[in-house]
């Protein structure tokens, strides 16, 4: 799986940006969102099932951030809504060819994009 993604940025604390990830080569289960912070490990984001559509967050970003998907491009986006200081991270796309959505770690994905930088400022 090849995964592209698309629409980091600079946004101020509170503001909204959204970013996608479209994938093309073999087929796929899960895919999801990943970020890593200056200094810190890469962490858990969300994830969406491909085929139902169901997905998963981590708690810390429950209720700002919607993922989702499109089935005709082979795309997914997330919708990053109310965004803190925090949420200042490289985010990366993964994609996994087997599993659920509620995989957590890295390593159940086996298919890793490059990074996007999403900067919230103050």
């Known amino acids: 799986v090849q995964l592209q993604a698309s629409g980091g940025g600079l946004v101020q604390a509170g503001g909204s940006l959204r970013l996608s990830c479209a994938a093309s080569?073999?087929?796929?289960?899960?895919m999801g969102w990943f970020r890593q912070a200056p200094g810190k490990e890469r962490e858990f984001v969300a994830a969406?099932?491909?085929?139902?559509?169901?997905?998963y967050y981590a708690d810390s970003v429950k209720g700002r951030f919607t993922i989702a998907r499109d089935l005709a491009k082979s795309t997914i986006y997330l919708q990053m809504n109310s965004l803190k200081l925090g949420d200042t991270a490289v985010y990366y796309c993964?994609?996994?060819?087997?599993?659920?959505?509620?995989?957590?770690?890295?390593?159940?994905?086996?298919?890793w994009g490059r990074g996007t930088l999403v900067t919230v400022s103050s």
């Open positions: 993964a994609a996994a060819r087997f599993g659920a959505a509620t995989m957590t770690g890295v390593r159940d994905f086996d298919s």
């Open positions: 080569g073999r087929t796929y289960s899960v």
């Open positions: 969406i099932r491909w085929s139902g559509g169901d997905s």
